[in-house]
């Protein structure tokens, strides 16, 4: 598609200004915030240039999985911490602190028992579907012939197929 007069060109990104230093802010930056979008604009880099630059270099690619890691596990220890222990909310009587008041957070609490222990403590939700199905004399002409089922089809008796157990001729 040409380019509208007054319309600047979309220039590449120069994925080479990116030094080891650069790349070491962004991943010690990760690991404090769990943000790669704040990480990488902070030190000047795009998503686009860091992801180009994982992909090109399986050690960084490494260290960036580990950063991952170590992100998630400090916003969990945080979440656990607030959803048992609280958090202290002030507490103001005619514009004078009085004290604190502990708040707890149950919503994030059964977030994570859900995600520790989802057998026990996800939403579950089961639907069970039975279908029964008739079907015409033609139809069973046309399955028969398809089958190859070659013995007179007017006459034959055709089992009703279900999954259910109340159907079930072992009884």
């Known amino acids: 598609m040409p380019r509208q007069k007054g319309q600047k060109a979309l220039r590449p990104f120069n994925h080479g200004k990116v030094t080891n230093s650069v790349k070491r802010q962004i991943l010690k930056q990760l690991e404090?915030?769990?943000?790669?979008?704040?990480?990488?604009?902070?030190?000047g880099v795009s998503e686009q240039t860091w992801f180009y630059h994982i992909k090109k270099d399986p050690v960084l690619k490494e260290m960036y999985d580990a950063a991952k890691g170590k992100a998630l596990n400090r916003l969990t220890?945080?979440?656990h911490d607030r959803a048992i222990n609280g958090t202290?909310?002030?507490v103001y009587y005619k514009g004078?602190?009085?004290?604190?008041?502990?708040i707890y957070d149950n919503r994030l609490l059964e977030t994570l028992l859900r995600a520790h222990d989802p057998d026990t403590y996800a939403n579950k939700s089961q639907v069970q579907i039975e279908q029964?199905?008739?079907?015409?004399?033609?139809?069973?002409?046309?399955?028969?012939?398809?089958?190859?089922i070659t013995e007179d089809i007017e006459d034959a008796e055709f089992e009703d197929i279900t999954d259910s157990p109340e159907s079930s001729d072992d009884d």
């Open 32 to 43: 404090k915030t769990g943000n790669l979008r704040g990480s990488c604009a902070k030190f």
């Open 77 to 79: 220890e945080v979440a």
């Open 88 to 90: 202290d909310k002030p």
């Open 96 to 102: 004078e602190l009085v004290g604190h008041e502990k």
């Open 132 to 148: 029964h199905i008739t079907i015409g004399d033609k139809a069973k002409i046309t399955l028969a012939n398809m089958l190859g």
